[in-house]
């Protein structure tokens, strides 16, 4: 199973949320030791330390040392309101709701506190006592739709239907697109027993969004529990066509083909507010709002503690946090009966290699393609590891296995078979890699990577000189900001004896790429080539010293005392 189907966007519009708490967590206000009471300088080193851990985004330390700081000070509001963010952004919902009352004593309409408290009524199902909380929040205009989905979800475990559709019908004034909100009209129609009123809003919903797996899996649960068996069996062979929602077809199949009946996807009001929170923190992809995502998983985490696929994007967002680790410890809480429990396993896999655990990574691919040999994420995951660590023979072996499972490659294949050419070659077998990359480019023509490599290879080789600078062109003209494809274009040139032309070109990969030692070298090469020997000698002073490997810093060092002849140029 493809990753890209875990982080398929379920929600749709691009909400900033909890700007003003977010900012508060990132960038404190001095305080002083004389301002944390009688602990002082102890508990000033607890703030600092928490201020650094929470920069590193490391949630769980940040909540432990801004709770022992506020311990010393519980009268300081500063500390209340950040020990209560990474509370609850380290999954201590329990004791983020506690601080959440203590953050409104200070500030009664504190948006994050007052959610808080709301998800912490609905957990407890006191939906009376959220809404109540709901109402008295401040409001923005990139808050209203959480305060909304949360209300309308609160209001339907209430009994009040009414009340909840009212709620819903504003979502889109608040930023909401047709998918979102009609996903969520069909819920709570679905949940009410508003049957036919639930059809028509799960087919507008998917007819905003046609490829929204939440929606797609509510639906044909939706089907199935009618005992529309044709239908949901037409419904799961339309889906099917899109193999990101492989675990949802399968699931559905299994299930009509056991006569088996499913749960609805959201069964009570606890569930539709995690499914609110949920999807809004799907759609906060972008970096600056992996902080807010991670607070909104957990909130929703609270409410419903098996939704798995709330774990996956919230690993998603730590990986793009680059903590590895959390990531791990969330895809790990994903029980084995989970259909996302295999994909979760790759995951691990792939942040242990990126821990560099490379022999960890190794170990659990084996054992996953061992179990589940039918895996093409699995094999291709397997490649890579292996090629992480240099085992081209292996990776190209592994990535056989994937290609041999796919039959037939199709244009979105390239990328293995890239891979497989990638291993191929530093396995020194040039023929086969050549071959793949040929292939790859027969699939998707416009492939910056694959036009470079094979370009790139070419020129090294000394062969098919005019096809391959022509490959390295296009691939420059496609990704004309990659400073390593430019320095391919430039080396091109440098080959085929265009000196001047090369300098120029090459210039522009060293500024796109200042610190690599390769591209600096072969900017002093066509330097000194043009006649511009003193330049040529800073650039190749730079290239020594940004280079690690003696065997090239001996090589350079010998241009820096002899420069270039053109003997040596076109050995180069």
Request: glycine residues 6%.
């Amino acid at each position: 199973m493809r990753k890209s189907y875990l982080l398929n966007s379920i929600a749709a519009g691009s909400v900033a949320l909890l700007l003003s708490a977010a900012a508060r967590a990132s960038a404190p206000n001095p305080v002083l030791p004389s301002q944390l009471g009688d602990a002082g300088a102890g508990t000033f080193g607890n703030y600092l330390s928490a201020h650094v851990a929470a920069g590193d985004h490391n949630m769980r330390d940040a909540a432990a040392l801004y709770s022992a700081a506020l311990q010393a000070d519980p009268d300081n509001a500063d500390l209340v309101n950040k020990a209560f963010l990474y509370a609850a952004a380290s999954g201590d919902i329990d004791d983020a709701v506690e601080l959440a009352a203590k953050v409104i004593a200070n500030n009664p309409d504190d948006r994050a506190a007052r959610l808080a408290l709301a998800i912490g009524a609905i957990r407890h199902r006191e939906f009376s006592g959220a809404r109540k909380q709901l109402t008295q929040s401040s409001q923005g205009p990139f808050t209203t739709l959480t305060l909304l989905l949360a209300d309308a979800w609160a209001a339907q475990g209430a009994g009040d239907t009414a009340g909840a559709l009212k709620d819903i019908d504003g979502l889109n004034k608040a930023g909401a697109t047709d998918a979102l909100s009609m996903y969520h009209k069909a819920l709570i129609l679905d949940l009410a027993g508003r049957d036919a009123d639930a059809e028509t809003a799960y087919q507008a919903a998917l007819k905003a969004d046609a490829t929204n797996p939440r929606a797609i899996d509510a639906y044909g649960r939706f089907l199935e529990r009618a005992g529309r068996v044709a239908d949901a069996r037409a419904f799961y062979m339309t889906a099917k066509a899109d193999d990101t929602l492989e675990p949802i077809v399968s699931a559905g199949f299994a299930r009509l083909d056991a006569n088996q009946k499913p749960d609805r996807l959201v069964p009570d009001a606890e569930s539709g507010a995690a499914e609110g929170l949920f999807g809004i923190a799907a759609s906060l992809t972008d970096a600056t709002s992996a902080d807010i995502a991670v607070l909104y998983l957990r909130l929703a985490l609270y409410l419903r503690t098996d939704f798995d696929l709330a774990k996956i994007v919230l690993a998603d967002r730590f990986e793009a946090l680059k903590k590895y680790d959390d990531a791990i410890d969330a895809y790990r809480s994903i029980a084995s009966s989970s259909p996302y429990f295999a994909a979760a396993g790759v995951q691990i896999a792939i942040d242990e290699g990126k821990l560099d655990r490379k022999d960890v990574a190794i170990s659990d691919l084996e054992r996953i393609t061992a179990a589940s040999p039918n895996d093409i994420s699995a094999w291709t995951s397997l490649g890579d590891a292996y090629r992480a660590a240099d085992k081209n023979v292996e990776a190209a072996k592994a990535y056989s296995k994937a290609i041999a499972l796919i039959g037939t490659p199709q244009k979105k294949d390239w990328p293995v078979l890239f891979a497989r050419a990638v291993s191929e070659e530093g396995a020194k077998d040039w023929n086969a890699s050549e071959a793949d990359l040929k292939e790859a480019l027969q699939l998707s023509p416009d492939e910056p990577e694959v036009l470079n490599y094979l370009g790139y290879s070419w020129v090294d080789r000394g062969r098919n000189l005019p096809q391959a600078v022509a490959m390295l062109e296009k691939a420059r003209a496609l990704s004309p900001y990659d400073g390593y494809i430019t320095d391919s274009v430039g080396w091109a040139y440098f080959k085929l004896g265009r000196y001047g032309d090369a300098s120029k070109v090459l210039e522009q990969a060293v500024l796109l790429v200042p610190g690599d030692a390769t591209i600096n070298e072969h900017y002093g090469d066509a330097l000194w080539m043009a006649g511009h020997k003193l330049d040529a000698h800073f650039q190749w002073n730079h290239a020594l010293a940004f280079n690690t490997d003696p065997k090239d810093k001996v090589k350079i060092q010998k241009k820096l005392q002899d420069g270039l002849n053109l003997a040596q140029a076109r050995a180069e």
